[in-house]
């Protein structure tokens, strides 16, 4: 049978980078995910997988160790990975946010004691803005930072940070009113810091405190966590770029990658339902025959791969988009809105076609059908996404009255 989502153009290099993939999926995650979702058992073994693999440094210029590739790329190694387990592609997805930030926006000191590192997965990344009490209003972020000296003292709590234990690195963003007078814009008095800690749960160095895992629906095995500042000292140089009052243009740079590397979870875990959906259609029998033979099986079916062609075409088209250089919020945000919707959709379909087993723990299709909520939320909620579309269309279809 032909896959679907398949990817004209790509290089040889690529194909070979996404077999080895799409191998490592089907021989070292499939078999063991559900067993260690069940467990909400951190993945150690397939992570060292993926760090002998190189795929912490895919993206990562060679220059500094890494492979050098393409968004394009490391989406469609997201896609498989996501096709496996979900929570094994949010693993490496903020670690290259922060590697893509550190390479577009790093000082060169900070890009040469960082990224060989990130490369050879010896440190390991993670982005935080969200706070308790706001999600996608960044502008209303109160963590903050007041300069001392050769340092600055960072105050808050942060909230939702994938690989909040695990990570050795984590970019932060806060505000930091220092030379921003008042009535500057939220955005234009933010800044992101780079805070390099011990990796594991409680106080992680002086001043920082990561709690411990927050107990979640799905999205297992990952830890994700509070971030808790409290005269937190870090020195100038770990500001990124060297500069404050950027750090919302920043994260905001790297939230365009995270919202194509949304899509793509998206595209993988709505190609595994279908698997699971067309497979176990093959095999149930009612009423004398398989269930795939029945008009209302197939129709489901139809409309399942159709969804997984349609998202997977667009998250290309937005990764592409991000790789010419161009600016890509309204592709990545269709992208991710248009993904994640279809994600839930084709999930609930290979559901009901499993009727009843669907429910059972035994079956993979349960695990999916906890795992794909989050991606409606993750990298902004749908209603944000539409925000971002809307605006962004008004600018390209602008009425001259």
């Known amino acids: 049978m032909a896959r679907l989502a398949q990817t004209a153009g790509l290089t040889d290099i690529q194909q070979e980078i996404l077999s080895t993939v799409r191998d490592f999926v089907d021989k070292e995650i499939i078999p063991v995910a559900t067993e260690l979702e069940h467990r909400d058992e951190y993945p150690q073994q397939i992570v060292d997988g993926l760090k002998e693999l190189g795929l912490f440094g895919l993206m990562i210029p060679e220059e500094y160790g890494g492979l050098g590739e393409s968004l394009l790329t490391y989406a469609l190694c997201v896609e498989e990975i996501a096709r496996g387990w979900m929570s094994v592609s949010g693993i490496i997805n903020t670690h290259f946010i922060v590697a893509y930030m550190l390479k577009q926006h790093g000082t060169q000191e900070q890009k040469d004691h960082f990224l060989p590192r990130m490369a050879a997965g010896d440190v390991r990344g993670a ?77 992680v160095r002086p001043g920082l405190t990561i709690p411990g895992k927050i107990d979640k629906m799905g999205y297992k095995g990952v830890d994700t966590t509070e971030l808790i500042m409290d005269g937190l000292r870090i020195p100038a140089n770990r500001v990124l770029g060297g500069a404050t009052g950027r750090g919302f243009y920043q994260m905001m740079d790297g939230v365009e990658v995270g919202r194509v590397n949304v899509a793509a979870r998206g595209c993988g875990v709505a190609q595994r339902a279908f698997e699971l959906g067309v497979r176990y259609a093959q095999q149930r029998h009612t009423f004398g025959k398989a269930i795939a033979q029945h008009q209302a099986i197939q129709f489901k079916l139809a409309e399942m791969a159709t969804k997984v062609e349609a998202a997977h075409a667009m998250m290309v088209n937005a990764a592409r988009k991000k790789d010419s250089g161009e600016r890509n919020d309204l592709e990545a945000g269709m992208a991710k809105y248009l993904a994640s919707e279809y994600c839930k959709e084709v999930v609930e379909d290979a559901f009901r076609i499993h009727g009843g087993y669907g429910f059972s723990k035994e079956y993979e299709i349960e695990r999916l059908y906890r795992e794909a909520p989050m991606l409606l939320i993750g990298e902004g909620t749908a209603e944000i996404q539409k925000m971002i579309i809307g605006r962004r269309l008004l600018e390209e279809y602008k009425f001259q009255g």
């Open 127 to 203: 982005f935080s803005m969200s706070e308790p009490g706001l999600g996608s209003d960044v502008s209303a972020i109160k963590s903050k930072a007041v300069k001392d000296g050769d340092e600055y003292v960072l105050d808050g709590q942060k909230m939702w940070l994938t690989n909040g234990g695990t990570s050795t690195l984590v970019a932060v963003l806060v505000r930091s009113d220092e030379g921003h007078p008042e009535g500057t814009a939220p955005h234009k008095s933010m800044t992101t810091f780079l805070i390099e800690k011990e990796a594991g749960f409680g106080e």
